[in-house]
């Protein structure tokens, strides 16, 4: 093999850029990680946006996926400063009747909180949740025969389900309102299929490993990540921006944490008229509109468990956040938006100063759209928890294309890399033996527009690394 600068390089540096370049460079190799922005993330970040001793998380908030991931789960982090911080109420999905359905860590605890309802929901989710370690590892990969056949088997026969089709085995609004704030999380109407999918993955980890938030901020994680890569040797160059391959130093393999979009024209002269077309071809899903608060109290939800929950889900009955999501998707913005909300300084001291908080909340909006929609977000807040906004301090926003503007890779706000259709499950970005490889020797593409799609698990990278490790290296891993 010829002597190379590296013999990878890796561009972008979110949780799928990270785990790539950890992966090639724990098996021996010389590794550069290169970063648009001034920090290191993706999506992993986080900023004072609106007042001094303020930390908001600029994308992602809680990681049910990170603490799952079988990935994460294998790098010694904790040794690195990372800790997870588990909320008393994993999520609470209040109703305009003053009470609140509550998925708690403790299955038990949520099967007898969901009444008549509470059979159902053991039948469908306790097997789940008994095998997630089984069924973890197939879902989050590129699609293979699974080990474990009977197992996936039950899941997929719910998962597989348009998510307006396995509501219905519910009696109580409780339950169903519970299940559509989880399957509202595809970014996708109820009526397609395999919508049921992310609402049982959700309800799955969060009885196995918890909903957490992380100590400090998303950025600790991003700065873990880091601290570990450049332990083990790795190089990160950050405020490098690839426009072209002609920018990267030579190497036997480059892998691309970025969206199809920019994969084509940073290398599209590269590939194959088939491949290109198929990039070109490739969905992106709704946007997003996101908003942080300073606040100088909790925020005064009339449910009392919404103000012991890290996330919050606020859209009322199963039939509401149904239209609402179907709104979006059809290019309409809903009156009355499905929001999703985060009270990390509830559990965090670390993110305000004494005696005050802050909120993450976001929208599902139109693809690429500039709207200002500040105050209908507040407003369904305000519905759930009347006097919130008095206590409103300060406040940032940020419209779809301000996300995009912000990371690169969120295509017109869309944070998933891609709508989770059943089309572009396991074949995103394009239909290949392995989604991983390009139709040119040596390039990769490793972010949230593959197989298994959006989260912060780390994932995508680890599979893409697997597969150049194999190609290029002659590095084959179980």
């Known amino acids: 093999m010829l002597k190379r600068d590296f013999d990878a390089v890796i561009v972008g540096s979110g ?22 922005n001034t920090t290191v993330g993706g999506g992993m970040r ?36 990372l800790n997870f911080i588990e909320p008393t109420i994993a999520a609470a999905h209040p109703f305009d009747n003053g009470k609140a359905a509550v998925l708690y860590q403790s299955i038990q605890k949520t099967i007898d909180r969901l009444g008549i309802d509470g059979s159902v929901y053991e039948k469908l989710v306790r097997p789940l949740y008994e095998n997630c370690s089984k069924i973890l590892p197939f879902i989050l990969g590129p699609l293979t025969f699974p080990k ?7 899941f997929g026969l719910k ?30 109407p109820f009526s397609k299929t395999a919508t049921s999918a992310i ?43 690839v426009s072209s391959l002609q920018q990267l130093p030579s190497s036997h393999a480059v892998l691309f944490d970025v969206s199809p979009k920019h994969l084509l024209q940073i290398a599209g002269n590269k590939f194959s008229s088939l491949y290109t077309k198929q990039l070109n071809n490739f969905k992106y899903g709704m946007g997003v509109y996101k908003i942080d608060f300073a606040l100088s109290e909790p925020i005064p939800f009339t449910a009392p468990e919404c103000r012991q929950a890290g996330t919050v889900h ?3 009955s199963m039939k509401e956040i149904a239209l609402s999501e179907a709104l979006v998707w059809n290019g309409k913005h809903a009156g009355k938006p499905f929001v999703l909300l985060a009270q990390q ?32 977000i507040e407003q369904q807040i305000e519905r759930f928890a009347p006097g919130f906004k008095d206590c409103i301090l300060a406040k940032h926003e940020m419209n779809a294309a301000e996300l995009q503007a912000y990371n690169a890779n969120y295509i017109g706000g869309d944070i998933n890399g891609g709508a989770p259709l059943i089309s572009q499950l396991f074949t995103r970005p394009a239909l290949r033996l392995s989604p991983y490889k390009t139709s040119a ?10 197989p298994p799609g959006g989260g912060v698990h780390g994932m995508n990278g680890y599979h893409a690394a697997k597969k150049a490790l194999k190609d290029v290296f002659g590095i084959k891993l179980k």
Not at 148 to 154: K, V
């Open 15 to 36: 949780p799928n850029g990270f785990a790539a370049a950890i992966t090639l460079q724990q098996h021996g190799l010389s590794t550069l990680l290169l970063e648009a």
């Open 46 to 81: 986080s900023a004072a946006f609106t007042l001094p001793g303020f930390v908001h998380d600029v994308c992602s908030a809680i990681h049910p996926l990170a603490v799952s991931s079988p990935f994460f789960n294998s790098l010694p982090l904790a040794e690195f400063g």
């Open 148 to 154: 474990h056949p009977l197992i996936m088997a039950g």
């Open 159 to 188: 998962a597989l389900q348009p998510a307006a089709i396995l509501a219905k085995t519910f009696k109580t609004e409780a339950a169903k309102g519970l299940f559509a704030g989880m399957a509202a999380h595809s970014m996708l």
């Open 199 to 241: 609402g049982l993955v959700l309800l799955m980890t969060a009885h196995y490993k918890g909903w957490p938030l992380i100590k400090g901020g998303s950025q600790q994680l991003a700065n873990t990540l880091a601290a570990y890569y450049t332990s083990l040797g790795g190089k990160i160059e950050t405020g490098f921006n």
């Open 314 to 316: 606020l859209g009322n």
């Open 345 to 376: 300084s509830l559990f965090d001291t670390s993110r305000a100063p004494q005696g005050k908080h802050t909120a993450w909340a976001y929208c599902h909006v139109p693809n690429n759209s500039e709207k200002n929609i500040t105050d209908v």
């Open 441 to 450: 020797k040596g390039l990769y593409i490793c972010s949230a527009s593959t």
